[in-house]
Structure formats: C-alpha cells, structure tokens
C-alpha cells in the first residue's frame, strides 16, 4: 500500500492553518510529491530513529538535537510552549529524575502522512512512550503529532512540534505506509 501524499492544494491549505499566512495558499500543485516514497522519507525518518534512541539513553543533548534553536513546542500538558533553545532546559530536570528512579523509557513512532515540499515536511502521526519503573511496572503514554521539519545544511531538523492525548486504539490503527517511520 502506497503512503497518501497531498496535493500541492492540500500542502497550502495545509500550511496556511500552520502558519496563518495566506501567501502560503499559492503553493503550485507542481511541487506535490508523487503517491510513492519520497526520495528524502530515509533522512527524515532518521530524525525520529535518533529520538528514539537518545530517549532510550537518557541522552538529553541527543534528544535536543532534532530540534532547530527556532522550533517551537506545543505540548497538550501543562505549561507554556518552548522554543528548541529552551528544550534542554526543560528536559534535564526529567531526564536526572528518570535515571535517580531507574525508570527506562522506549519511545516508538508511527508516521501515517508526510507531505515534502522542497526544504519543508510536515508529519502526522502517533508516538507511544512506555516507561519501565525497576519492578517491572510499566505505563504507556500515547499522543496524536504534528511534526514540521526543515532541511538545512545540518540536515532535517524540527522546527514546529505540537501534541495531543491519543489512545492505544488510535496508536493501533495506525497502519505502516511506504517510506514513512513506523516502529511496531
């Protein structure tokens, strides 16, 4: 099954809800990617493998570093949004409480849309993060993303990340297409 790519219309819909800017809407439907893997889908999935992998090693400048200074954070919890920059700030004080607990931490990501145009890609998707506490407890926490990302000289880096409280039968539903990261 092939992964659904929007149209150059969809794209500037799209990215005039994102940044509220009508000068978007114009996006020509030449730039639409083709309803096939994207040649960039590997480059863009390995930002969330890095997550992955640096929230699993309590790794707080790894994790930090899928972000570009400028990006900005919108969590569904408590709290204001945070810029990239101010990202590690808020993930260190977590990061030690985890570890001080013994409590590990898998993150998995379930990519179900991707629209590429030139530098900019916009993902959709579900994370589910379990934490392990040492007597084996564990607690799953599921969210519903928007991820943008931009292409630059460092490679693909965040720049918009938003969330919402999902559920396991959202998570679950969410079927593996071509290209995209899904992680079982």
């Known amino acids: 099954m092939g992964a659904r790519r929007v ?21 020509p439907v030449a730039t639409a990617a083709p309803a096939v893997a994207h040649p960039e889908d590997s480059s863009i999935n390995a930002v969330y493998a890095g997550l992955v992998r640096a929230r699993a090693a309590g790794d707080v400048t790894g994790m930090t570093a899928a972000f570009a200074p400028e990006a900005l954070l919108v969590d569904a919890r408590p709290g204001p949004a945070v810029s990239g920059a ?31 145009n030139g530098e900019v890609a916009v993902d959709a998707g579900y994370m589910r993060q379990t934490m392990v506490r040492p007597n ?23 720049i918009g990340d ?19 990261h899904h992680d079982g």
Request: glycine share 8%.
């Open 86 to 116: 101010e990202l590690a700030e808020r993930l260190r004080p977590q990061a030690a409480r985890l570890a001080a607990d013994g409590v590990r931490i898998d993150t998995r990501y379930r990519i179900e849309r991707r629209a590429v």
């Open 136 to 158: 084996g407890q564990a607690q799953d926490r599921y969210a519903r993303f928007l991820v943008t990302l931009r292409r630059g000289l460092e490679g693909w880096k965040i």
């Open 162 to 180: 938003s969330n919402m409280p999902a559920t396991e039968a959202a998570w679950a539903a969410a079927a593996p297409m071509d290209g995209l």
């Open 7 to 27: 149209t150059g219309f969809e794209w500037g819909v799209l990215m005039k809800s994102i940044r509220g800017s009508t000068a978007l809407a114009a996006v």
